[in-house]
């Protein structure tokens, strides 16, 4: 069976990867399967960049298929920002109730229907002596002027979904799942490596 390790080492992030490719001959590493291993700085202007960048890092290292992902928070009325640092918006080491915070204020003078933005996610596979591939997706949505619901991470109850009347932070997460960046661009990733098998 081949082994696939995936550049992360959130266990929330890993073991929403694995309920998706479950059921793929793969056998499913992480990063605290190789402690040693030294991750490069994620310093790409986009997130196909750094994803690439983590895959290609970990295939190197590890000899196996590595799979690595970006996301974050485009908003349209701060051209594109947070975008890649969206983690760190407020700050290195800034939580998410910073972070939102922070765009919140950024955004106290723009109407409501210029609070339009988008959630991105790529993901790269690095297949080595094989090519490499990257996937992005998206979800549009608009950025509420106070948080609402509890569930989600990040910048989940900020982000209005406008087809389920609910902010990702009020909807479960099988139903964030299927409409959210992150879980279409794993299906297509899913898809891929079904091919490649
Ligand atoms: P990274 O992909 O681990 O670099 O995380 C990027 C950041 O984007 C997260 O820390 C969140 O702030 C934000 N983000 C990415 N995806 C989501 C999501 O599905 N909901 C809420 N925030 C997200």
């Known amino acids: 069976m081949k082994t696939i390790v995936l550049a992360t080492g959130n266990s929330h992030k890993a073991s929403e990867i694995k309920a998706l490719l479950g059921d ?14 030294v991750m490069p700085p994620e310093d790409s202007p986009d997130f196909a960049g750094n994803a690439l960048v983590k895959a290609e890092a970990v295939a190197g290292s590890t000899g196996e298929i590595a799979l690595a992902d970006d996301s974050g928070l485009a908003v349209d009325a701060l051209g594109g920002r947070p975008g890649v640092f969206s983690a760190r918006f407020a700050g290195e080491g800034a939580g998410d109730e910073a972070n939102n915070r922070l765009l919140l204020r950024e955004l106290k003078d723009i109407p409501p229907e210029k609070r339009t933005a ?17 996937v ?31 902010t990702f932070a009020e909807m479960d997460p099988g139903e964030k799942n299927k409409v959210s960046h992150r879980g279409k661009a794993l299906r297509r990733v899913r898809e891929l490596l079904a091919g490649l098998l």
């Open 136 to 166: 992005e997706e998206s979800c549009r949505g608009k950025i509420l002027e106070s948080p609402r619901g509890e569930g989600g991470f990040g910048y989940d109850p900020l982000f209005y979904y406008e087809p389920a009347g609910a």
């Open 118 to 134: 988008a959630f991105i996610c790529a993901i790269a596979v690095v297949v080595p002596g094989g090519k490499n591939y990257v």
């Open 24 to 37: 793929l001959p793969l056998d499913i590493k992480t990063l605290r399967d190789y402690p040693a291993l």
